[in-house]
T-cell receptor, first 114, second 110 residues
Framework: SAVISQKPSRDICQRGTSLTIQCQVDSQVTMMFWYRQQPGQSLTLIATANQGSEATYESGFVIDKFPISRPNLTFSTLTVSNMSPEDSSIYLC???????????FGPGTRLTVT | QKEVEQNSGPLSVPEGAIASLNCTYS??????FFWYRQYSGKSPELIMF????GDKEDGRFTAQLNKASQYVSLLIRDSQPSDSATYLCAVPSGYSTLTFGKGTMLLVSP
């Protein structure tokens, strides 16, 4: 299984600002994903980060709000733009090798927007 | 839209008992199923996956799949307080993507 790290682990941000979350995998992986998890809730997929092309966003999530980069096979970033308190959540990065469905998760970023 | 249903719990079992966690899914064509464990304040951890009908055992964990009835179960034998966590069921929903259930909270009392 891949070892995944995320930075920052937590942050408190002001309304209207943006935060970029970094996700680093210790090996090359085909698929990387970004999820949001509200307190006490399950995981909601934001987008699939594609290497060399635009991310694939799920219904309800748009590139202007959640721009994603995937410059290589081990790294991705998620930016939460123009934040509001409703964006307060845990953001999780995951990765899958090859075209496997077995996803492994990073430790998450706890974001609080005031 | 594929759906995955789990009882939110909490499921309370005494230490040493068998914990049985269940998950039903809507897509009859689903071929693989995943169980994740999530401790409070931590990220999900893959603990089991199953592709074919029947049982798959790994240590104290057994995954059971019944495609005809569209449910998958996770049995934890000899439950320990350290097994107390939320267990998430997931099924493939697209190109390498997963749809997660809301999870069942398990509480194992000493």
């Amino acid at each position: 299984s891949a070892v995944i790290s995320q930075k920052p682990s937590r942050d408190i941000c002001q309304r209207g600002t943006s935060l970029t979350i970094q996700c680093q995998v210790d090996s090359q992986v085909t698929m990387m994903f970004w999820y949001r998890q509200q307190p006490g809730q399950s995981l909601t997929l934001i987008a699939t980060a594609n290497q060399g092309s635009e991310a694939t966003y799920e219904s309800g999530f748009v590139i202007d709000k959640f721009p994603i980069s995937r410059p290589n096979l081990t790294f991705s970033t998620l930016t939460v733009s123009n934040m509001s308190p409703e964006d307060s959540s845990i953001y999780l990065c995951s990765a899958a090798a090859g075209h496997s469905y077995e996803q492994y998760f990073g430790p998450g970023t706890r974001l609080t927007v005031t | 839209q594929k759906e995955v249903e789990q009882n939110s719990g909490p499921l309370s079992v005494p230490e040493g008992a068998i914990a049985s966690l269940n998950c039903t899914y809507s897509d009859r064509g689903s071929q693989s199923f995943f169980w994740y464990r999530q401790y409070s304040g931590k990220s999900p951890e893959l603990i089991m996956f199953i592709y074919s009908n029947g049982d798959k055992e790994d240590g104290r964990f057994t995954a059971q799949l019944n495609k005809a009835s569209q449910y998958v179960s996770l049995l934890i034998r000899d439950s320990q307080p350290s097994d107390s966590a939320t267990y998430l069921c997931a099924v493939p929903s697209g190109y390498s993507t997963l749809t997660f259930g809301k999870g069942t909270m398990l509480l194992v009392s000493p």
